[in-house]
């Protein structure tokens, strides 16, 4: 629904909730696309119609008024074609530490919507896109206080690719809750698109209950102040017979799908019948896993320029160096800034801990190192998620003398909190920067969370470059110069490409010094890519990313923006079947495509697939000791 709202025009300055009052044609219109392309069940307008959210917006004494208004509409969009679920969605509120009286706030809030649901005429009530047990479980006792059992209640999780919810809690033991919970369906909707709730829901059916599985239409990326959502409705279509197949009894879309993504699953429902088939639980989820940066080290995912104030670019700043200041030359910057273009040079990435202890980051970095790489870059917040700081694991990288390579983004911090961050990497030894935007809050663990994006990529560049000139942003000299070594991301497979390029002229007039690319596996893209940016200048590190197993290529070709995975590489990782095998054909893939380009680029950005760091030195294995010449 709000996908579509905003698809129609609706900015994201109102509440999307209230516009069944204000503005039913438009609601109505879209319950009508959906209901027409097959849809069997409908969900009402209102996800954040609770009376904590609606308070954000000074809504909060409406809540009868929205709820019962958004089913009506829904009910005469229905007819006797669909049924009616009053969803009820998150808080946003993060419960770590809730009194019990904050709790009751919550539980009562969820209560006081459910029965604004059922007095409006809902058929069931919906719980989605809950991603911490505590709020789905209040939510669960709200709706029960209210109600009873006198609707059925459907209650959907979103869990990440590791098929955890927010506390780290399988998706099983979740399920298990729910069900004790005696909830009526258990499902998992959003998450990470289709391929992720596929793998969820194989690990509810075994509970008995009937089950649900709602994707969203995979990662989004943002471009001109718009989110686009990749997974084609035909991909969707494969996915829901596939659901049909193991016995998913309801299955649907979440952000980003439409009427043509629901019309291919109608289709898929129609052609696979009722029956439920048993299924084992298919491979692990480990062999499903994307790249845990993915949309992070290229920073077109959230291309936010249209909207970044970007404070560092004031024409009253000098260009010039501050007086009596000396800039570092590039290969004095770091010992990474010297190898280029005199060693192939390997950096491999190793994101910080979820949780206080990062040994297993630091074991993973020594291995790396005395297999033979040279660098190891670490994730600033990837995929949106709360991790530790990844300043402090490059601190801790460097008590070890191991080389750190920081990533930087838009999305946390303000203007003032940059100047403050990169002055203090600086101080405590840090040289070698990637200069990214960031993944959107909603694709992580708390889309409530608030993106800053003060300052974009490019404009982070322009930061840095003035700090490396001895400049702080409103042009008043630092009394030194900072010395920092600057990457930035790009996308040789962008689904806009001349856009792709030109942001990548702006980052190189910005400071950029190196392109770290998102994984390649066709040559063709590659050479394009080398062939067009090449008046730039700038060294490439090629993206390297070694495929776990056929599920994981479908799941990046399909689901994760700026990713192209030739139909012959999917072939030979489908005939490889699954397990050590898959993973080996996958090495063998990415030593494939990093032999045939060693001698055109800089080096090499291995991503191993959720930690398999082994995968890494198979590749680099060999390789490390090239010499070649900076592209």
């Known amino acids: 629904m709000g996908t579509q709202l905003y698809e129609r025009g609706v900015l994201f300055n109102v509440n999307y909730e209230e516009l069944v009052v204000s503005r039913p044609e438009v609601v109505l219109r879209i319950h009508e696309d959906y209901v027409r392309a097959g849809a069997q069940l409908i969900e009402t307008n209102t996800f954040g119609a609770n009376r904590v959210r609606l308070a954000r ?95 059925p209640l459907i209650a959907q999780v979103s869990v990440d690719e590791g098929l955890t919810m927010a506390d780290g809690t399988p998706i099983a033991v979740m399920g298990a809750r729910l069900k004790a919970l005696e909830c009526d369906v258990i499902g998992i909707n959003c998450s990470d698109g289709p391929q992720v709730v596929l793998a969820a829901a194989e690990l509810l059916l075994p509970l008995g209950l009937p089950v649900s599985a709602v994707p969203n239409a995979g990662l989004p990326r943002r471009v001109d102040d718009r989110f686009i959502y990749v997974s084609t409705p035909e991909y969707f279509g494969v996915f829901a017979r596939r659901l049909c197949k193991i016995g998913v009894r309801m299955i649907g879309g979440c952000c980003g799908t439409t009427p043509d993504h629901v019309r291919r699953i109608a289709a898929a429902a129609r052609m696979e019948g009722s029956a439920a088939a048993s299924s084992a639980v298919s491979e692990a989820v480990s062999e499903l ?42 290969d004095r910057k770091s010992p990474l800034a010297a190898k280029i273009g005199k060693k192939f040079v390997i950096s491999v990435e190793v994101n910080p801990p979820q949780g206080l202890d990062p040994s297993g980051a630091l074991r993973a970095a020594r291995m790396l190192i005395d297999g033979g790489v040279d660098v190891i870059n670490i994730a600033d917040g990837a995929r949106a998620q709360a991790r ?14 191991i080389e750190p390579l920081l990533h930087v983004c838009g999305r ?36 409530d969370a608030t993106a800053v994006y003060d300052l974009d990529s490019i404009g982070i560049l322009r930061l840095v470059s003035r700090l490396n000139k001895g400049i702080d942003p409103g042009g008043k000299p630092l009394g ?83 990713m192209q995975i030739p139909a012959d590489v999917r072939a030979r990782m489908k005939s490889a079947g699954s397990g050590p095998d898959a993973r080996r054909e996958g090495v063998r893939i990415a030593r494939e495509m990093l032999l045939s380009v060693r001698e055109r680029v800089a080096g090499a950005y291995v991503m191993p697939p959720l930690g398999r760091y082994e995968m890494a030195l198979e590749v680099i294995d060999g390789i490390v000791d090239a010499r070649v010449t900076a592209s």
């Open 289 to 330: 896993g994307g790249p845990m940066w993915a949309g992070t080290a290229s920073d077109a995912d959230a291309a936010l320029e249209d909207l970044a104030v970007d404070s560092a670019s004031s024409a009253a700043v000098p260009l010039a160096p501050a007086a009596n200041i000396t800039m570092v030359p590039r």
């Open 412 to 447: 946390d911090r303000n203007l003032l909190g940059q100047v403050a961050h990169l002055l203090g990497a600086h101080e405590l030894g840090i040289r070698n920067l990637v200069i990214i935007t960031g993944d959107p809050p909603k694709i992580g663990d708390f889309p």
């Open 57 to 151: 917006h000074g809504l909060d004494d409406r809540v009868r008024e929205l709820n019962v208004a958004a089913v009506h509409l829904a009910r005469k969009a229905a007819g006797e074609r669909a049924w009616v679920g009053g969803a009820i969605g998150p808080t946003g509120l993060v419960f770590a530490g809730f009194t019990d009286e904050e709790r009751e706030r919550v539980r009562s809030a969820f209560r006081e919507q459910a029965e604004a649901l059922a007095e409006g005429g809902a058929d069931a009530i919906l719980l989605e896109t809950m991603r911490q047990p505590e709020e789905i479980e209040l939510a669960i006792e709200g709706v029960r206080l209210a109600l009873g059992k006198s609707l």
């Open 480 to 562: 030194a110069a900072t010395s920092f070594f600057c990457a930035t991301g790009a996308e040789p497979a962008a689904l806009n490409y001349p856009r792709e390029l030109e942001r990548l002229r702006q980052k190189k007039r910005a400071g950029a010094e190196l392109v770290m690319t998102q994984p390649v596996y066709d040559p063709a893209v590659l050479d394009r890519f080398l062939a067009d940016i090449a008046p730039l200048g700038l060294p490439v590190l090629i993206g390297i990313l070694p495929l776990a197993s056929h599920r994981n290529a479908e799941f990046l070709h399909n689901e994760v923006p700026g």
């Open 388 to 401: 530790m700081s990844n300043l402090a694991l490059a601190v801790r990288l460097k008590e070890q003398g």
